[in-house]
């Protein structure tokens, strides 16, 4: 087992852990508060506003968001990764999924 | 627990069943295969199955063909889609079901493994199996359709990334199924945000979702390390024929309910 690979597994489980409490706690927020429905927060600048009123939408909107940003982290931990073992073509395809996965979140933004 | 995110399966439910809107069904799908994915992939990452660099190499088409394929995802029908990778799908899977009789791939002694070759130990046979990457152009060329096609479906493409892998690229079953569960997370991933960006990620039906699928999948990927390569192959194929045959219908206009 590399070094690289416990710290892929690690980023993975930490995302995914991170967002699945998040997650639990929007549903247990709903729980305690019946009658309140969760509403999307269209925008992640609501999140923290969300957040100190303890409503359930805004821990469900931060868990989503962790989840996608998981993948997200495992690429980048992937680039620097590959980098210090001095693997540049693996490195820069790291890089290379890196802007197409901010191209997509800015063509998701612009419509 | 096959390599798959289980999109195939979680968009026909939500769609058909408890009639979400496909739009809405399709965001759920992505965010719960990126749950699916990172689950079995942090399992299969530790335990050194996952071949990472091949699976980075191939997520750069991957990736392209998912933004691509949510780009010109209303050029095409999806009737037509369907039909045709359905009939794909039933060849592949009644190919590797029979073909799974000599699957066994002649060991790979020479200690060069190539840039992409890895090896891994097998628990349930008890030794290290070693292996190296062919055919990585044909490899290159599927991923990049798995992805327009995740792009396009709201899938994670993972029934294609797999019988490619094993069949084209020579890769053993168990290093295929963990490094496509590893790259499906990315792929998916590239659609989700863009779902997330319009704000069509309804959290009612997606956190639930996910939270069920999070459990299924950590499950599988325990089962999935003692089940022998040949019990995991035929699995794989009867799970890609159910499937086919459903996306068939469907173009065909069968309703199943």
Redesign the interface.
Same mark, same amino acid.
């Given at each position: 087992?590399?070094r690289?690979?416990?710290t892929?597994?690690r980023v993975?489980?930490v995302?995914?852990l991170a967002?699945?409490a998040f997650?639990?706690a929007?549903?247990v927020l709903t729980a305690a508060r019946p009658g309140l429905?969760?509403i999307?927060e269209?925008s992640v600048a609501d999140i923290p506003r969300a957040l100190a009123h303890l409503e359930p939408?805004g821990f !469900?909107?931060l868990?989503?968001?962790l #989840? =996608?940003a998981?993948?997200?982290a495992? &690429?980048i931990a992937?680039l620097f990764g !590959?980098a210090r073992e001095r693997?540049w #073509? =693996?490195s820069s395809?790291?890089l290379? &999924?890196l802007v197409?996965?901010a191209?997509?979140?800015y063509?998701?933004?612009r419509? | 627990m096959v390599g798959l995110g289980g999109g195939v399966f979680i968009i026909p439910t939500l769609a058909l069943f408890l009639d979400v809107p496909i739009h809405s069904a399709i965001a759920a799908s992505l965010?719960a295969v990126?749950?699916t994915?990172?689950?079995a992939?942090?399992?299969y990452?530790?335990d050194?199955l996952?071949n990472?660099?091949l699976g980075?190499?191939l997520?750069?088409t991957t990736?392209?063909g998912?933004?691509i394929g949510?780009?010109v995802g209303t050029a095409l029908s999806k009737t037509v889609l369907s039909a045709v990778f359905g009939g794909v799908m039933i060849a592949v899977s009644v190919y590797m079901a029979v073909r799974q009789r000599n699957a066994k791939l002649p060991p790979v002694t020479d200690e060069d493994l190539g840039?992409l070759g890895a090896s891994y130990h097998d628990r349930s046979l008890g030794e290290t199996v070693r292996y190296r990457v062919r055919r990585l152009p044909a490899g290159m060329a599927a991923s990049f359709v798995a992805g327009n096609v995740s792009g396009l479906l709201g899938v994670g493409g993972g029934f294609l990334k797999v019988p490619v892998m094993v069949l084209a690229m020579s890769i053993p079953v168990r290093a295929a199924v963990s490094t496509s569960s590893f790259m499906i997370?990315?792929t998916?991933?590239?659609?989700?945000?863009?779902?997330?960006?319009?704000?069509l990620?309804?959290?009612?039906i997606?956190?639930p979702v996910?939270?069920g699928v999070?459990l299924g999948a950590y499950l599988g990927s325990k089962l999935a390390m003692r089940v022998k390569s040949s019990v995991l192959t035929i699995i794989l194929a009867i799970v890609l024929f159910a499937f086919s045959v459903q996306m068939i219908l469907s173009a065909a206009g069968i309703d199943l309910r």
């Open positions: 087992m590399t690289l690979n416990i892929i597994s993975l489980v995302g995914l967002a699945v997650m639990l929007g549903a429905t969760a999307h269209t939408s !469900f909107d868990g989503l968001l #989840l =996608l998981t993948p997200v495992r &690429v992937l !590959f693997k #073509l =693996l395809f790291s290379i &999924v197409a996965l191209f997509s979140a063509l998701g933004l419509v | 965010l990126i749950a994915s990172t689950t992939a942090a399992a990452v530790r050194d996952t990472l660099r980075m190499t997520e750069t990736v392209t998912a933004v949510g780009l840039l997370g990315v998916a991933c590239a659609g989700a945000l863009v779902y997330f960006a319009r704000g990620v309804d959290p009612v997606t956190v996910v939270l999070t």
